[in-house]
């Protein structure tokens, strides 16, 4: 049985990863001519590490990246709403959330997979099921290929989604964000922390990626689809800043101006069914979700490792929707959590009442509901 991937994101070379894993045959393909994951950083929380660590890349993501061992989320100024130390996640899982620039991820995933699986250049243009229960792929380049499985790790903008389900919808969050990474060495105090502050629906995120870079991210409230003059962008953001932590003032002014990316926030209205006979959607593709929880890649990637799993165990068998009842409850659960999240971040009612609640959120709930989050089952 072959199966194919469209797409060599994070979702697409993790789930290749998987499938070498377990000796399933398939073909990748990927639209850019080269990859080349260009700008910014990804936190990789432990779910997503437990998947790596299973397909034996942990400790090359580990020497790339920096760990967190607290996360705080602050006020403007850096004053603490509330201080996550992540002793429990380390105990229980012996690491903890790792900050990494996505190149080093795409290139450290992108090694392990056999190259002439991998074939770039060909953009998917569309599929055909054929009467011999294949499905017929189509590319831009008029070439065409053929395959029993097909699943679609395409993003957020999905071709596949798009024909399988042309009803699906995505959603603009009203949140515009620039990413970037800045040249600078942070104060040791600094250094193993993800720090989120929140202004008046403003808010703008850090933590260390690798020596002397750092990861950042800003968000605002903006119409969709504005685009910037990259002569003045670090201007505008250092205006709209003004009234936060020297040190994110710093980051903007350290952050050469190429090195600043910016995307509008979206997500996907989550679908009924992420697949249809033999095609799925796995990844942005079939439930993209707002970064609010940072949580979108450690999804897909661990979409990766249970499709890896259930096709393993089962290899004549199309498992896609088992794979979904495994998958959608938690998927969902975070969609939801993450557009709410982003909601609270950028409340239109003032910041006082917004901050006293986070300030007395009860802990050990927050605490549960960050383990459940984090938990694998273990299937393989
Ligand atoms: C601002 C921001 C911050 C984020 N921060 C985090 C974070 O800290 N932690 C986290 O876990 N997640 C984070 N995410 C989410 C994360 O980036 C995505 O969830 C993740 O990249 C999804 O991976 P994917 O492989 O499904 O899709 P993508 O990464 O979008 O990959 C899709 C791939 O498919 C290719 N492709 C598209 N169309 C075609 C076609 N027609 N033919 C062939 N190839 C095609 C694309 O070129 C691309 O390589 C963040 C997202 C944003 C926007």
Same mark, same amino acid.
């Given at each position: 049985?072959k199966?194919t991937i469209i797409g060599a994101?994070?979702?697409?070379?993790?789930?290749?990863?998987?499938?070498?894993k377990k000796g399933v045959e398939?073909?990748?393909?990927e639209?850019?001519?080269?990859?080349?994951e260009?700008?910014?950083?990804i936190?990789l929380?432990?779910n997503?590490?437990?998947v790596?660590?299973?397909?034996n890349?942990f400790n090359?993501?580990?020497?790339?990246?920096?760990?967190?061992d607290r996360?705080t =989320? +602050?006020?403007?100024?850096?004053?603490?709403?509330?201080?996550n130390y992540?002793?429990?996640?380390k105990?229980?899982? #012996?690491?903890?959330?790792i900050?990494?620039h996505?190149?080093e991820?795409?290139?450290i995933?992108l090694?392990e997979?056999?190259?002439?699986?991998?074939?770039?250049g060909k953009?998917?243009?569309?599929?055909?099921?054929?009467?011999?229960?294949?499905?017929k792929l189509?590319?831009?380049?008029? *070439?065409t *290929?053929e395959?029993?499985?097909?699943?679609?790790a395409?993003?957020i903008?999905?071709?596949?989604r798009k024909?399988?389900?042309?009803?699906s919808k995505t959603?603009y969050?009203? $949140?515009?964000c620039?990413r #970037?990474?800045?040249?600078?060495?942070?104060?040791?105090?600094f250094?193993?922390?993800?720090m989120?502050?929140w202004g008046?629906?403003?808010?703008? +995120?850090i933590?260390?990626?690798a020596?002397d870079k750092?990861?950042?991210?800003?968000?605002?409230?903006?119409?969709?689809n $504005?685009?910037d003059d990259?002569?003045?962008?670090?201007?505008?953001?250092l205006?709209m800043?003004?009234?936060?932590?020297?040190l994110?003032?710093? =980051?903007i002014?350290?952050?050469?101006?190429i090195?600043?990316?910016?995307?509008d926030i979206n997500?996907l209205?989550?679908?009924?069914n992420w697949?249809? #006979?033999?095609?799925?959607?796995i990844?942005?593709a +079939?439930h993209?979700?707002t970064?609010?929880?940072g949580? #979108?890649?450690a999804?897909?990637?661990?979409?990766a490792?249970y499709?890896?799993n259930?096709?393993?165990k089962?290899?004549?068998?199309?498992?896609?929707?088992?794979?979904q009842?495994?998958?959608?409850?938690k998927?969902?659960t975070i969609?939801k959590?993450s557009w709410?999240?982003?909601?609270?971040?950028?409340?239109?009612?003032?910041?006082?009442?917004r901050?006293?609640?986070?300030?007395?959120m009860?802990?050990?709930?927050m605490e549960r509901?960050?383990?459940e989050m984090?938990?694998?089952?273990?299937i393989?």
């Amino acid at each position: 049985m072959k199966y194919t991937i469209i797409g060599a994101g994070i979702g697409g070379l993790t789930t290749a990863l998987a499938f070498e894993k377990k000796g399933v045959e398939y073909q990748l393909f990927e639209k850019a001519p080269k990859i080349n994951e260009v700008g910014a950083g990804i936190w990789l929380a432990p779910n997503a590490l437990q998947v790596l660590e299973y397909l034996n890349v942990f400790n090359r993501v580990k020497s790339k990246g920096n760990s967190i061992d607290r996360i705080t =989320l +602050g006020k403007a100024d850096l004053s603490p709403l509330s201080d996550n130390y992540q002793d429990l996640v380390k105990d229980t899982f #012996g690491y903890t959330t790792i900050a990494i620039h996505r190149a080093e991820l795409q290139k450290i995933l992108l090694e392990e997979i056999p190259q002439e699986k991998i074939f770039l250049g060909k953009s998917f243009q569309s599929f055909e099921k054929l009467n011999s229960g294949k499905i017929k792929l189509k590319f831009e380049d008029n *070439s065409t *290929s053929e395959t029993d499985f097909l699943i679609g790790a395409d993003g957020i903008h999905s071709k596949i989604r798009k024909q399988l389900f042309p009803e699906s919808k995505t959603r603009y969050s009203e $949140q515009t964000c620039w990413r #970037g990474v800045a040249n600078i060495t942070l104060d040791k105090e600094f250094e193993n922390r993800g720090m989120e502050l929140w202004g008046n629906q403003i808010r703008f +995120g850090i933590s260390k990626i690798a020596k002397d870079k750092v990861y950042w991210f800003a968000v605002v409230l903006d119409k969709p689809n $504005q685009k910037d003059d990259n002569d003045v962008i670090k201007q505008q953001l250092l205006k709209m800043f003004n009234s936060f932590h020297p040190l994110v003032h710093n =980051l903007i002014k350290a952050t050469p101006k190429i090195n600043i990316l910016r995307n509008d926030i979206n997500d996907l209205k989550p679908l009924d069914n992420w697949s249809k #006979g033999n095609i799925c959607l796995i990844g942005d593709a +079939g439930h993209a979700t707002t970064p609010n929880m940072g949580q #979108g890649g450690a999804q897909a990637i661990e979409d990766a490792y249970y499709l890896g799993n259930l096709i393993g165990k089962n290899p004549n068998q199309n498992v896609f929707e088992l794979f979904q009842k495994k998958r959608q409850s938690k998927v969902n659960t975070i969609v939801k959590q993450s557009w709410t999240t982003g909601k609270m971040a950028h409340w239109k009612y003032g910041t006082n009442i917004r901050n006293f609640l986070l300030k007395h959120m009860p802990k050990k709930i927050m605490e549960r509901k960050m383990m459940e989050m984090y938990h694998i089952e273990k299937i393989h």
